[in-house]
T-cell receptor
Framework: EDQVTQSPEALRLQEGESSSLNCSYT??????LFWYRQDPGKGPEFLFT???AGEEKEKERLKATLTKKESFLHITAPKPEDSATYLC??????????FGAGTTVTVRA | AAGVIQSPRHLIKEKRETATLKCYPI?????VYWYQQGPGQDPQFLIS???????DKGSIPDRFSAQQFSDYHSELNMSSLELGDSALYFC???????????FGPGTRLLVL
């Protein structure tokens, strides 16, 4: 069965304090690994898709990387507006997404 | 850019009542997915449709049914509602073989 584990569950950062979120996964054939951002009561907002080990993608202060067993989301010099829950999801050979429980990031000014 | 539209945004029902949730995918997207997110939980896949045909099925109760129409919008029908059905229901859409799913704002269902 596909499994996605995210750590830590919660992360409190000072503005400008860089950090990384981890997503480890076991899946029978990986079509893609996805990162989403979710604000309370809202739908997940797409951030990145990673397809193969070694791949990296960047968007503003966020950078996602992928290995064969895990993915990292690096937040560089975060701002309060980066506060959200970050969800990792894997897509095996079918198309449905299996999500991790998320990491809730709080950035204090 | 146009996004996924869901209606209604909020819905309050009594136990044993019926609810219908609607999803309008991003224009030209032909695949629709439904997810349920309970309080403090991650989204759980319910069902998906591609070109109006059911393409995959997850942990969807038998009391729920869904379909995709000729204009690609989808409806999730929920009958004999239970307290445990209270959750956020998200619809996502994608274009054919593309993997990335774009989510709507969700429908918050409260069953009293």
């Amino acid at each position: 069965e596909d499994q996605v584990t995210q750590s830590p569950e919660a992360l409190r950062l000072q503005e400008g304090e860089s950090s990384s979120l981890n997503c480890s996964y076991t899946v029978s054939g990986l079509r893609g690994l996805f990162w989403y951002r979710q604000d309370p009561g809202k739908g997940p907002e797409f951030l990145f898709t990673l397809y193969s080990a070694g791949e990296e993608k960047e968007k503003e202060r966020l950078k996602a990387t992928l290995t064969k067993k895990e993915s990292f989301l690096h937040i560089t010099a975060p701002k309060p507006e980066d506060s959200a829950t970050y969800l990792c999801a894997v897509q095996p050979n079918d198309y449905k997404l299996s999500f991790g429980a998320g990491t809730t990031v709080t950035v204090r000014a | 850019a146009a996004g996924v539209i869901q209606s209604p945004r909020h819905l309050i029902k009594e136990k044993r009542e019926t609810a219908t949730l609607k999803c309008y995918p991003i224009p030209r997207h032909d695949t629709v997915y439904w997810y349920q997110q309970g309080p403090g939980q991650d989204p759980q896949f319910l069902i998906s449709f591609y070109e109006k045909m059911q393409s995959d099925k997850g942990s969807i109760p038998d009391r729920f049914s869904a379909q995709q129409f000729s204009d690609y919008h989808s409806e999730l029908n929920m009958s004999s509602l239970e307290l445990g059905d209270s959750a956020l229901y998200f619809c996502a859409s994608s274009l054919g073989g593309e993997e990335t799913q774009y989510f709507g704002p969700g429908t918050r269902l409260l069953v009293l």
